[in-house]
């Protein structure tokens, strides 16, 4: 498998002038998703946990319900870049059949591709209105991640997607350069481990698109907290879902933007997320 870092040399230049220098990149591989023998999606990602991400994407994107709807799933190195390639179980098979679309992906990409606006647009699966979550444990989350973000802490060029629960701290954490690319690649692992989304929180190290909300409903997570800003977008969507938005989670507090009833001592009458 190809390595997810690589070594590069560099020049550097300081105060006192240029020196050579070396510094450690994340690799960005061609990812393509292919179902059944016909090709779905095309994305750039980092090589590393890609099963994980074949199984999150194809749950995010509706492809399947269910990890047994995969019957078969094999990595293929070729020169190009990396093939996932998938056979599904015969109802999941008819059903793509009907819905098959292309898409390519570059990096920074939130909706790429998508060939409708109604598709770009879909409603979020409402998430359960049970749980409540302590500012405590958001800010435990936050100091919890940073030691566990390998590649970050190599490259300081990727992304991190982490689910957090009360009481037993990270589940599980994943990176990616893409941002959305982290957040499958968590949804597969959860899926893998049998770790309800209800029973924790989505803890993101990137901006809140509405991509990633409707991601975060499909894991079934009702607390999505992230150290940026949201997108209108993703608050009007995040409303309708039932999930809270937290943002600009930092060391120092962060701010609540949708159905604030879910943070402990917040106020449940505030009136946010009304964005027109």
């Known amino acids: 498998m190809r390595e997810p870092t690589h070594s590069v040399a560099c020049v550097t230049w300081r105060q006192h002038g240029f020196a050579d220098g070396e510094r450690i990149v994340p690799e960005e591989t061609a990812v393509a998703l292919t179902y059944d023998g016909g090709s779905y999606a095309v994305m750039m990602a980092t090589p590393r946990d890609l099963e994980d991400f074949a199984l999150g994407f194809s749950l995010t994107e509706g492809i399947i319900a269910a990890p047994a709807d995969i019957r078969d799933l094999t990595v293929v190195e070729e020169d190009a870049g990396i093939e996932l390639r998938m056979w599904l179980a015969t109802p999941r098979a008819a059903a793509l059949s009907e819905r098959r679309r292309y898409i390519a992906g570059p990096t920074g990409c939130g909706l790429c591709g ?82 309800a989304g209800n029973s924790g929180f989505v803890l993101l190290t990137s901006r809140v698109s509405v991509e990633m909300v409707q991601k975060t409903a499909v894991i079934g997570a009702p607390l999505l907290v992230a150290v940026s800003a949201p997108t209108a977008l993703a608050l009007r969507t995040a409303e309708s879902a039932g999930i809270t938005v937290v943002g600009v989670a930092r060391s120092d507090g962060f701010e609540i933007f949708t159905h604030p009833r879910r943070i402990a001592t917040a106020n449940p009458t505030s009136t946010v997320a009304h964005v027109a």
Do not use: C, Y
């Not at 998430?127 to 919890?144: H, N, Y």
């Open 114 to 195: 998508i060939d409708s606006l109604a598709e770009a647009t879909r409603q979020a699966p409402r998430v359960s209105e049970d749980g409540t979550f302590a500012p405590a444990d958001i800010m435990r989350a936050l100091e919890a991640l940073a030691p566990r973000q390998e590649l970050n802490r190599q490259t300081r060029a990727v992304h991190a997607a982490a689910f957090w629960r009360p009481g037993s701290g990270l589940a599980a954490v994943r990176e990616d350069v893409g941002r959305h690319n982290a957040l499958d690649k968590l949804a597969g692992a959860l899926a893998r481990d049998t770790i």
